[in-house]
């Protein structure tokens, strides 16, 4: 088993980490995960690309009252991709885990 | 590149954090529309009894089946045992309530009027410490407004309650809607 290098990048894991709290196929709104990651829209705009081009994050956009709203759900792919490398990242403190970063297309 | 068990480590404490305040924050959420429908239904039912204090009984007995109403609403599609646990919490306090006051009688309306919010107080301070310190404040306040009012409100206990204490649950609320 190898790390996931789109998850592993600090702000995707702690978005995934944030997606995976929540119930399975659950969305939250791009404007309250901004504020619960106390991230900048440009910034968790790109790291959402990334997630989404992975299949890991479906995002949705629509418009309520005239006003556009973007929402962010983890998908199955996403959901099995973090407990594998949570998983991983348990193996290498319990010494089962070859340390090696898998390199994906981002 | 390499991870290092210290890069795991870290990696993992992250990982816990986001997943915690994610878990905290979307309980918050999901209880403010409780909040604001108890912290109205509070205000209506004091102010009123305040008002028409021969009625109180009757006021109570038509706003606490509007407000379980209004929170099974609210709740719905939150998740599938939502209904009959808010149901079964609803059954669990009244009757709570009517085998303390009959054991405890007998009661002033006024020391009913204190007990009642004193110990939904105590369920939210108890509910903070598993689930997060919005819930312990919101126990806090509503306990403090209590006391101070039974204490030192001698004329209008029962406005104050209507104001302070449901005003504390409305502004809770909305504290727990915010991120």
Redesign the interface.
């Known amino acids: 088993m190898s790390a996931d290098e789109i998850i592993h990048q600090p702000v995707r894991l702690r978005i995934m980490a944030t997606l995976s709290a929540l119930p399975d196929g659950e969305r939250i709104e791009f404007t309250r995960l901004k504020a619960i990651l106390n991230a900048t829209d440009g910034n968790l705009g790109a790291h959402l690309t990334t997630l989404e081009n992975a299949g890991y994050v479906a995002i949705e956009k629509d418009f309520v009252a005239k006003k556009p709203r973007t929402r962010v759900a983890m998908t199955r792919a996403g959901r099995a991709a973090f407990a594998r490398h949570v998983t991983y990242l348990r193996d290498i403190i319990d010494g089962a885990g070859g340390g090696q970063m898998e390199e994906k297309p981002s | ?5 210290q ?3 870290a ?2 404490r ?10 905290t ?2 309980g918050y959420r999901r209880a403010a529309p409780q909040f604001l429908i108890w912290g109205v239904i509070w205000a209506a039912g004091y102010g009123l009894s305040d008002g028409f204090p021969h009625h109180a009984n009757a006021i109570w007995a038509v706003l606490v089946p509007i407000g379980v109403a209004a929170g099974l609403f609210a709740g719905r599609g939150t ?1 599938p045992s939502f209904a009959w646990r808010y149901g079964a919490i609803t059954l669990a306090m009244l009757a709570f309530f009517a085998a303390t006051f009959f054991v405890m009688a007998p009661v002033t309306g006024r020391q009913v009027s204190a007990f009642i919010p004193l110990f939904v107080a105590l369920l939210y301070v108890l509910a903070g410490i598993f689930r997060g310190p919005r819930y312990v404040v919101a126990g806090l306040v509503v306990a403090a407004a209590t006391l101070t009012g039974f204490v030192f409100i001698a004329g209008h206990f029962l406005l104050w309650m209507a104001v302070v204490g449901g005003g504390a649950l409305i502004l809770a609320g909305f504290w727990m809607r915010k ?1």
């Open positions: 590149m390499t991870l290092s068990p890069d795991a480590t990696a993992l992250d990982i816990d954090a986001a997943q915690a305040r994610s878990a924050l979307r998740e991120v």
